[in-house]
T-cell receptor, first 116, second 109 residues
Framework: GAVVSQHPSWVICKSGTSVKIECRSL??????MFWYRQFPKQSLMLMAT?????????EQGVEKDKFLINHASLTLSTLTVTSAHPEDSSFYIC????????????FGDGTRLSIL | GQNIDQPTEMTATEGAIVQINCTYQ??????LFWYQQHAGEAPTFLSY????GLEEKGRFSSFLSRSKGYSYLLLKELQMKDSASYLC??????????FGAGTQVVVTP
């Protein structure tokens, strides 16, 4: 089945640091990748939709200059949290899907980000 | 936009059956997904419905009524490992997903 790999799984860093998270589709080409954030006991909140070779589409309220997304190939998307602060601490999850409608999103294992 | 409602929590005993309801309002409906998410882990895909009716997959079944904007996930022969959050997600004609807040299922011995 479709596999999505996300790294790192856990990051602890100081306030002001920039953190890069990678999302790779291992056995399929992902035309679209999604980045979510999830706070404890809350649902997945879509941050942005990333299409290969084009600029990401950000959801309302998500700062594009703070959360930089690059989708350089059909198998890799990266999310960089720039100048991270404690309020950015959260569980970040990527997902990927192929083009056809009706295909499920396949999720990476998530990245737990803790900013001290 | 899309509004998705599902119960916050349900408790059932091992071996029992539990039905998780999901109602939605959306423009351009193009399918409904159910995911299972264990604490601290990413969601895993369970089922997909786009036409009215019941889809059965082992102990799990999912039902959809498009006219009523309603779906349910049925979990049979509950096992302790089924304790998790179950997310209802609706996709529109642009392929965009909207997730419900999730239903926490607690299975007791």
């Amino acid at each position: 089945g479709a596999v999505v790999s996300q790294h790192p799984s856990w990051v602890i860093c100081k306030s002001g640091t920039s953190v890069k998270i990678e999302c790779r589709s291992l056995d399929f080409q992902a035309t679209t990748m999604f980045w979510y954030r999830q706070f404890p006991k809350q649902s997945l909140m879509l941050m942005a939709t990333s299409n290969e070779g084009s600029k990401a589409t950000y959801e309302q309220g998500v700062e594009k200059d703070k959360f930089l997304i690059n989708h350089a190939s059909l198998t890799l998307s990266t999310l960089t949290v720039t100048s991270a602060h404690p309020e950015d601490s959260s569980f970040y999850i990527c997902s990927a899907k192929t083009g056809p409608q009706g295909q499920p999103q396949h999720f990476g294992d998530g990245t737990r980000l803790s900013i001290l | 936009g899309q509004n998705i409602d599902q119960p916050t929590e349900m408790t059932a005993t091992e071996g029992a059956i539990v039905q998780i309801n999901c109602t939605y309002q959306t423009s351009g409906f193009n399918g409904l997904f159910w995911y299972q998410q264990h604490a601290g882990e990413a969601p895993t895909f369970l089922s997909y419905n786009v036409l009215d009716g019941l889809e059965e997959k082992g102990r799990f079944s999912s039902f959809l009524s498009r006219s009523k904007g309603y779906s349910y996930l049925l979990l049979k022969e509950l096992q302790m490992k089924d304790s998790a959050s179950y997310l209802c997600a609706v996709t529109d004609s642009w392929g965009k997903f909207q997730f419900g807040a999730g239903t926490q299922v607690v299975v007791t011995p």
